[in-house]
Structures are given as C-alpha cells and as structure tokens.
C-alpha cells in the first residue's frame, strides 16, 4: 500500500471515530439515560478502546515516517512524546485491569491535544507560524490528504480525542465529578 491508501484507511477510521464522538456528545446531551445505558455497556472496555485507538496512531505515525519517509516535523514529534507512551502503557493497564492509570493518561492526552490543535491550526492557518518550526521541514506541509481531508496532525487530534473519550465514559458512576 502507498502512502495515500494508507491515509484514505486511517481517515475512514478517523471518520469513524468522529461519527462516533458525535454520537456520545449526543447522547450525553439529548438523552442522558440513552448515554447512560451506553456507559453501562462500555464499563471495564474502555481501557482496551483506547490502547487500540493509541497502538492504531502510534503504528500509523511510524508507517508515515518509516514506510513512506516522510520526514516528521517537531510538532508531530511532540505529539508522539505525548501518544507513544500511550501505546505501551494502555494495553497493559487493560491488560491487568488497572485503571489507576486513567489520570496520567489523560494528562498525555491533555498535553498531545494541546500539541495538536496548536498543529492544525498552523496547518490550517500558515500564517500563524511564528517561526519556531524548521524551515526545511516546517509544521505546515500536508504530506498526505487522506479521503481529501485527513492529514496527519488531523488524525492524531481525533485519535487523542478518542482516547480521551473512552477513557472519560469508562468512569464508574462513584467517579462523577
């Protein structure tokens, strides 16, 4: 597979992903018992969504650079400080069941979301570069523009979106703010 087939798979996943965060927001607004059944049933998956959601960016991320050598500016290098951790450490917190895990992980999050919307916006908006990424590989490039739309710093805003999202909705009740 070529660099594009590969974007056109990880942007129908990441359109997934967002239908299915749509749905969750939905839910959580129009109808809390819905939400609530919902919760119900993703008790005690959530851990594993998000390892997988966190293996499929990292994996992702090393095939852009390693598979298709597109050389990773310093914002996506980044976010992998922020995502890579999350790949190791998730599928075996859910592998031993330990939730303790929830809120470093969800720091990584904050911090890869922080990361990158700052990455899409310069991405977006060139013209809010300051200058701080390198010139010869700026942050601005779209390497790949997966199903038209999905570049990579777009894909790693929805999988730390979903991460954050399987790891908030799988909170027991007794957790609730």
């Given at each position: 597979?070529?660099?594009?087939?590969?974007?056109?798979?990880?942007?129908?996943?990441?359109?997934?992903?967002?239908?299915?965060?749509?749905?969750?927001?939905?839910?959580?607004?129009?109808?809390?018992?819905?939400?609530?059944?919902?919760?119900?049933?993703?008790?005690?998956?959530?851990?594993?969504?998000?390892?997988?959601?966190?293996?499929?960016?990292?994996?992702?991320?090393?095939?852009?650079?390693?598979?298709?050598?597109?050389?990773?500016?310093?914002?996506?290098?980044?976010?992998?400080?922020?995502?890579?951790?999350?790949?190791?450490?998730?599928?075996?917190?859910?592998?031993?069941?330990?939730?303790?895990?929830?809120?470093?992980?969800l720091i990584l999050?904050?911090?890869?979301?922080?990361?990158?919307?700052?990455?899409?916006?310069?991405?977006?908006?060139?013209?809010?570069?300051?200058?701080?990424?390198?010139?010869?590989?700026?942050?601005?490039?779209?390497?790949?523009?997966?199903?038209?739309?999905?570049?990579?710093?777009?894909?790693?805003?929805?999988?730390?979106?979903?991460?954050?999202?399987?790891?908030?909705?799988?909170?027991?009740p007794e957790e609730?703010?």
């Amino acid at each position: 597979m070529n660099a594009d087939q590969i974007a056109d798979v990880l942007g129908t996943l990441a359109s997934a992903g967002v239908l299915a965060l749509v749905a969750v927001v939905g839910l959580r607004l129009l109808a809390p018992a819905r939400f609530a059944d919902l919760r119900s049933v993703l008790l005690g998956s959530g851990l594993a969504l998000a390892a997988v959601v966190a293996m499929v960016a990292m994996l992702g991320s090393l095939w852009f650079s390693e598979g298709a050598h597109f050389p990773p500016c310093r914002l996506c290098w980044f976010q992998r400080i922020a995502m890579y951790p999350l790949a190791v450490l998730l599928p075996v917190a859910a592998w031993r069941d330990d939730r303790s895990i929830r809120p470093y992980a969800l720091i990584l999050v904050g911090l890869g979301l922080a990361v990158s919307t700052w990455h899409n916006l310069i991405e977006t908006f060139p013209s809010l570069d300051t200058g701080a990424c390198d010139t010869t590989n700026p942050c601005t490039v779209r390497w790949v523009e997966g199903l038209g739309f999905w570049t990579i710093p777009r894909l790693a805003f929805v999988a730390f979106c979903l991460i954050a999202a399987a790891l908030l909705i799988d909170r027991p009740p007794e957790e609730e703010p």
